[in-house]
């Protein structure tokens, strides 16, 4: 219980950071740059909940993430509904989306699911670009409310909730990491016909995961037509969002949910700083260029050359990297290292 | 009595190949049971449909009173079969103490985990396994025998009524051999039904108290250790004598 209340305190602590740099940065630019920052941490997480966890990987994180967006569209049009609803609602459109891909593909194992997800893309930027109600190609013009008197502008407002959807997508991915959730999903990836003769449900695990990722993913992108105040489809399908949601994870280290957090922090800042320093088309090659680089020098990912660094300098692993069986023997089992992918065929 | 589990008719085809035909077989409760059989006779095809890895073609199986013949493999788990696997899969990426958690937590403490010690419980069945001080290891990184020493901790971690061995002693010495068929003996004297297919003789006939052969997806002897050991189809086909 004691890991719970730190991260709870390290939660509050975040959201309330938040809300006082609203009051104490002049700089709109700093809270601009840091939504975005801080809606990769929603959608590396998310996608590390199916795609880390279990191994399935999805390549379509932006048809979630621009599904979600046009979901927010289509209901500021229709009934002008609030920043909550739209929130609420992207989340079980996508997260239906997600259910329903993985209950087509998620029987099949290997590299079905993925192939879907790629499909799923397409399809979806193909309803929005044909659908005039939400802009079709041409776009559309979303205006930002006033803003209440606490945050200054909306884009303050946005950037508060968004460091709220990331505690709790955070929150969410670490649940499931030290729950039996989380070792079913690793038994999953590790080797699925032993887990299924071990009592595991593989299919309904598999399927909670999939909806789970879908659904942070389109709360991920829901406040984005206001945080824009335009959106079109070409830049709400940008491949950035499906490249950036899975080389977050892969960066920081897939074994963990402090791993796309780094990732996200890291990668989703550095583009910000390329995208005003140098150019904004050369920050999906920064994304690229760093996302070869660590899947042949470090395939665990910054967690993993740390883990790796402590191991060499101190011997045992540090007490932060290990994941504790619950009852009565407290001592702490670290997590397995070599990610070894079985043989899932004899 | 009803027998345990009721295998009636069971047939497998993969394409062209009959891997199961008619294949009909009851076990009763507390017995032990043997499967010998050359390579390719369908001794693990047999285990995979019990057990739900594979979807029979036709036939049914029973087991402790329901029909389970459509049942996915975890419900079967839940209800009381546990298996090891011929190649054994760990989940590599864990320890042992976590392999074994899986099934503890999907399958004896379902429903009731906050009051578990899942830990403790861990520790004493991979204690029991002689695999106590590697209980942190990951499971990655262990040897064949310990492997097997795992693949049992972990099918017994789920306290199972029906426990399925696939060629459990592979590759493990002749003093090895003996303390896993201790530990299954004792097992068994608790009441635990157990099936095993097995290549080493002096183990099946110590240990089973019927032995079934299959040969080419058929039961083509069935009896006591002694019998079998004696019957000329047996010795033609399997001990090539």
Request: charged share 15%.
């Amino acid at each position: 219980m004691r890991d719970w209340t730190k991260f709870i305190a390290g939660a509050v602590a975040i959201i309330a950071a938040a809300v006082v740099l609203t009051r104490m940065v002049q700089n709109e630019y700093v809270f601009f740059a840091s939504y975005v920052v801080l809606q990769f941490v929603v959608l590396a997480t998310a996608w590390n909940i199916l795609g880390g966890a279990a191994g399935y990987v999805n390549f379509g994180s932006g048809a979630f993430f621009a599904t979600g967006a046009y979901t927010a569209v289509a209901l500021i049009k229709a009934f002008d509904a609030p920043l909550v609803v739209q929130l609420l609602v992207a989340a079980i459109v996508t997260g239906a989306l997600g259910f329903l891909v993985g209950a087509l593909t998620l029987r099949l194992r290997g590299i079905f699911f993925s192939i879907a997800t790629v499909a799923v893309a397409v399809i979806c930027e193909t309803v929005v670009v044909n659908w005039s109600f939400v802009g079709g190609s041409r776009g559309i013009a979303v205006l930002q409310p006033p803003a209440p008197a606490l945050f200054g502008s909306y884009t303050r407002l946005l950037f508060v909730a968004m460091a709220l959807l990331a505690v709790l997508a955070v929150a969410l991915a670490r649940y499931v990491q030290i729950s039996w959730i989380g070792r079913g999903l690793r038994a999953i990836r590790d080797n699925e016909e032993a887990a299924e003769s071990v009592g595991v449900p593989t299919m309904k695990l598999k399927l909670f995961a999939a909806t789970a990722s879908g659904a942070l993913m389109g709360i991920a992108g829901a406040p984005f037509p206001l945080y824009m105040s335009f959106i079109e489809p070409t830049s709400a399908f940008s491949l950035n969002y499906a490249v950036s949601a899975l080389a977050m994870p892969i960066i920081g280290g897939t074994a963990s949910w402090v791993g796309p957090v780094i990732g996200a922090v890291l990668l989703g800042s550095v583009q910000q700083i390329v995208t005003v320093t140098v150019s904004s088309e050369l920050n999906v090659l920064v994304v690229g260029l760093l996302l070869v680089t660590f899947v042949v020098v470090a395939p665990q990912g910054i967690l993993g050359l740390v883990r790796k660094l402590l191991r060499r300098s101190k011997g045992p692993l540090p007490a932060r990297d290990k994941i504790p069986l619950p009852g009565r023997h407290k001592a702490p089992l670290p997590l397995g290292e070599g990610r070894v992918r079985d043989n899932k065929r004899q | 009595m009803t027998p345990l589990l009721q295998v009636t008719a069971v047939s497998k085809r993969f394409g062209g190949f009959v891997a199961l035909s008619d294949v009909s077989l009851d076990v009763r409760r507390g017995e032990r049971l043997g499967i010998i059989g050359p390579n390719g006779s369908g001794k693990t095809t047999l285990i995979n449909c019990i057990c739900g890895a594979l979807r029979s073609d036709s036939g049914s199986i029973g087991f402790d009173g329901s029909d389970v013949t459509r049942l996915p493999s975890y419900k079967r788990t839940r209800l009381g079969m546990a298996r090891s696997f011929q190649i054994p899969r760990p989940f590599a990426s864990m320890t042992l103490a976590e392999n074994v958690a899986v099934p503890l937590e999907y399958v004896r403490h379902r429903g009731s985990l906050h009051r578990a010690d899942i830990r403790g419980e861990a520790l004493a069945i991979l204690e029991q396994m002689g695999l106590g001080d590697r209980a942190d290891a990951s499971a990655g990184a262990l040897t064949q025998v310990d492997l097997r020493k795992l693949e049992l901790a972990r099918a017994l971690a789920a306290r199972p009524s029906l426990l399925i061995l696939d060629e459990v002693m592979a590759g493990l010495s002749s003093v090895e051999v003996d303390e896993v068929l201790g530990i299954v003996l004792g097992l068994n004297r608790q009441g635990m039904t157990v099936i095993m297919i097995e290549h080493i003789m002096r183990a099946i006939m110590r240990f089973s108290e019927r032995v079934v052969c299959l040969d080419a997806g058929r039961i083509m002897a069935e009896g006591p250790p002694e019998h079998i050991a004696d019957d000329p189809n047996v010795r033609r086909i399997y001990l090539g004598a």
